[in-house]
């Protein structure tokens, strides 16, 4: 059977290998920066959120962050709050 898409994008957001602490202090130690880029889940949806954090992984992000839709998101900038609100009409909760 098919995972549902809740779960495809849960699993691949528990696929992580190694700590955030772990991985900056061995990129510190090699002298690099990371690639960490940030998406809100469940925008557009959550099966191109799923997508999009393979496709990050493949292409080398370091670490992914994955910000959860909330109702109120003033202290975050306009693009966030946006995506937050659009994730949240199509009913995305944790």
Do not use: H, W
């Amino acid at each position: 059977a098919r995972p549902s898409r809740r779960t495809s994008v849960a699993l691949c957001a528990a696929v992580a290998t190694k700590s955030v602490s772990g991985t900056m202090a061995e990129l510190k130690e090699q002298g690099k920066v990371a690639f960490i880029p940030f998406l809100v889940a469940g925008d557009p949806d959550l099966e191109t959120t799923a997508t999009a954090i393979k496709k990050l992984d493949e292409i080398g992000a370091n670490v992914i962050e994955l910000g959860v839709p909330y109702s109120d998101p003033l202290a975050d900038g306009p693009v966030i709050q946006n995506a937050a609100t659009r994730a949240l009409e199509k009913a995305t909760t944790l």
